[in-house]
């Protein structure tokens, strides 16, 4: 694939995440990687807290959003509207689950 294909205006619709705003300001992708921690606990402090969980340090849970008691929810995270986190999924952090996403282990790797 050429480069001038993976700019973020190509590949992602920006108007439907809570990061549009932030990732505009990039061409590519990789350029936003640095700064995604702390642009995710900027957002997450700023979430309405009657519409999202902090279920630990630097992660916040909408409250529609079904999370598995076997899956790792490490942070900053923010885990969006009726997200799915399904039976052991593992998130290490600095993610932006957005609304209606689901989440679980890759078949790969299922026994």
């Not at 920006?14 to 957002?43: C, D, K, V």
Request: net charge negative; glycine share 8%.
């Amino acid at each position: 694939m050429r480069k001038e294909n993976l700019k973020i205006s190509e590949l992602y619709d920006l108007s439907h995440s809570m990061a549009g705003q932030w990732l505009s300001q990039f061409t590519y992708p990789w350029e936003a990687l640095s700064g995604i921690s702390a642009m995710i606990r900027e957002l997450g402090e700023k979430l309405p807290a009657d519409e999202f969980d902090r279920v630990a340090d630097d992660v916040w849970v909408h409250k529609t959003a079904k999370v598995a008691p076997t899956a790792h929810l490490g942070g900053p995270l923010i885990v969006c509207a009726e997200a799915e986190i399904r039976h052991c999924a593992f998130i290490r952090g600095s993610a932006l689950v957005g609304e209606g996403a689901w989440w679980e282990i890759p078949r790969s790797l299922k026994t």
